[in-house]
Each structure stands twice: as C-alpha cells, then as structure tokens.
C-alpha cells in the first residue's frame, strides 16, 4: 500500500497484468515537476475525474 507523500509522488508504471507478479515499477515524480506540468493544477488543464482523483491534461 502506497502513502501518500506530498513532495514526491509514485506512479505506476507497467503491464497492468504484471501487478500480480511484481513485475512492475515505480517512477518518482517530484510535486514541483507535476505542479509545472498541470500549471499548479489549474482546472484548466482538468480533463476529468478518474477513480482516484482528477485526471490532467
């Protein structure tokens, strides 16, 4: 089970089918880099809302 930490954030990435097996990998993304990438989350670059929050552009 991931916490969440609000200066880095995990994403996943892989098969998801491998999930099972351990197969997959994290990647390490910083908050700033992610602030800078959705413009500090403005709801202009919102696309929607997924099962685990907002989803951005």
Do not use: W
Not at 16 to 23: I, N
Request: hydrophobic content about 30%; aromatic content about 8%; proline content about 2%.
């Amino acid at each position: 089970r991931l916490r969440y930490n609000q200066e880095i954030s995990l994403l996943y990435m892989g098969n998801p089918s491998s999930h099972e097996s351990g197969d997959q990998e994290l990647a390490q993304i910083s908050l700033k880099v992610l602030r800078d990438a959705t413009a500090n989350f403005c709801d202009a670059n919102k696309l929607g809302q997924g099962g685990y929050g907002h989803v951005y552009k």
